[in-house]
């Protein structure tokens, strides 16, 4: 008996496949427009207006549609299969981009027959390929061979990938693959002996292959989703090449962290420099000192807390491929966490003098967050992957939770240490206020954009690590003398 997984896309299926004597054709659909619940609206919408082909395939005894999420469901099932087919050219996000990463090509190797294998595309060309194309597809391969014996590619407009347990794959030939179609029976008006021997030609492996010559490419994985960045390159060359030079600065671990680590800084001489000599609202350069260092910790805060956000939800996706209706119940966690954090924060310090230490037991509290959600997200297990999913999902609202509660929990203590400084009150609130905007704005863009796709999870929260220990030992360095020298002078 053989049996076909297709996936994952309700239009990509085939009328010629079908025609071939296989046993079931499954259809997993998750590409619906009202995607709540791997809603079938796509399916049923095809079904109220059916072409004659589309109700032949759907109606086909052999065919069995499945609305679930194709990733989950063939995690779940016990059936193994002679063919998975990836019905997406392209991991442009990180819904499609599940299904091109190690992960998933390994569990589809375990799912596969002895002689099984796994069949998907990508954007190609039999003229030139640009650099970001390249890297994307050199990623693909090499992601692929980490998780299967053989790879195969047939270059073209569309390059076709194909990967196997076994050797199988390289007893392809253009005269095999004539047989095929002429022993299954199989009619096609475009695909015939001389377009075959054209696709099939070894001269274009060796062209393609030659072409992708020191081309260096990172592994695609769930945790650090590069080819998702690879894809926006490859785009944005297309239609905005003036972006790219942006992404550009973008594209290495080291250029990520040297820019953040610029900003960081420049925002702080700047700030210092500013009170101290332009606005005049510090008396010394220790009390600058110290009121920039309180905006240091939210700003760094701020851009911590829309990092965890942002991997939550990133991360939240790639576990269950739907995010819609959840997001705004991850981020109604949040702003709800930062709520009852500020409120939390304004009533302890009402009881409490030693400002500094609350301040650096919030900061610690944040580290200690980050080391959690980064272990639970991307441990060696995936600790959250192998939860029943209940637990899971609501693991991760409590850590959405936490993480607005932390974040808010901060700006009170902050705003205190940049009031002992201030000439003017009143300015401590919207400087205390306008970091933490800043902080979150640029955490939301560079969480996204770059440090997730690039890094990872595990090294992207590291680096934010090192920030708020940065940030610790500011709080601690200059502003610990300044309220001893207040408690001293109270005391007198």
């Known amino acids: 008996k053989r049996k076909v997984f297709r996936g994952f896309s309700a239009f990509s299926l085939r009328f010629p496949l079908i025609s071939t004597p296989i046993l079931y054709l499954f259809i997993v659909d998750n590409s619906t427009v009202f995607d709540f619940f791997t809603s079938p609206e796509l399916i049923n919408t095809v079904k109220k207006f059916p072409t004659p082909i589309t ?4 109606t086909d005894p052999r065919v069995e549609v ?21 019905g997406l050219d392209d991991p442009s996000d990180l819904q499609a981009n599940r299904l091109f990463t190690r992960d998933f090509f390994r569990l589809a190797n375990e799912k596969l027959n002895p002689n099984g294998i796994i069949a998907l595309n990508l954007p190609g060309s039999l003229t030139y390929i640009d650099a970001e194309l390249k890297r994307m597809k050199v990623s693909l391969i090499q992601t692929l061979q980490s998780s299967f014996e053989d790879v195969y590619v047939i270059p073209g407009n569309i390059t076709h990938y194909m990967a196997g347990k076994s050797e199988t794959l390289k007893e392809i030939s253009p005269d095999k693959m004539s047989r095929s179609l002429t022993e299954g029976g199989i009619q096609t008006r475009l695909i015939d002996d001389a377009y075959i021997n054209y696709r099939v030609d070894e001269r274009h492996k060796d062209w393609f292959y030659s072409s992708l010559e020191k081309t260096e490419a990172l592994l695609n994985l769930d945790r650090r989703p590069i080819a998702v960045f690879y894809s926006l390159r490859y785009w944005n060359s297309l239609f905005s090449p003036s972006a790219n030079r942006i992404l550009d600065a973008l594209d290495t671990p080291l250029r990520i962290i040297m820019i953040l680590a610029v900003f960081f800084l420049f925002i702080f001489i700047i700030n210092v420099a500013s009170e101290r000599f332009i606005f005049k609202t510090a008396q010394t350069l220790k009390t600058s000192l110290a009121g920039s260092s309180a905006g240091f910790a939210v700003l760094s805060g701020g851009f911590a807390g829309m990092f965890l956000d942002v991997l939550l939800i990133f991360m939240f996706q790639s576990y269950y ?20 954090g500020s409120y939390f924060s304004m009533r302890r310090l009402k009881r409490i003098k030693n400002t500094v230490k609350f301040a650096l037991k919030v900061e610690m509290m944040i580290i200690i967050l980050l080391i959690i959600a980064a272990v639970l997200l991307a441990g060696p297990e995936g600790f959250l992957r192998v939860m029943p999913k209940t ?40 400087f205390i206020y306008g970091a933490d905007l800043i902080g979150g704005c640029l955490g939301g863009i560079m969480s996204g954009v770059a440090m997730l796709p690039v890094l990872g999870v595990l090294n992207a929260s590291g680096v934010i690590i090192i920030f708020k220990f940065i940030s610790m030992v500011l709080l601690f360095v200059f502003c610990r003398e300044k309220y001893s020298v207040k408690k001293a002078s109270n005391n007198v």
């Open 66 to 86: 499945i609305h679930r999420d194709g990733r989950n469901y063939l995690k779940e099932t016990s059936s193994n299969y002679d063919v998975i087919i990836v």
């Open 321 to 340: 491929g739907y995010v819609y209706y959840w997001i705004g119940i991850l981020i109604s966690a949040y702003m709800a966490g930062a709520a009852a």
């Open 391 to 430: 637990l899971a999902k609501t693991v991760f609202v409590i850590l959405s939770f936490f993480a607005g509660a932390l974040t808010g929990a901060l700006f009170p203590p902050a705003c205190r240490l940049h009031e002992e400084k201030s000439m003017e009150k009143s300015s401590s609130a919207g």
């Open 55 to 58: 109700e032949k395939e759907l």
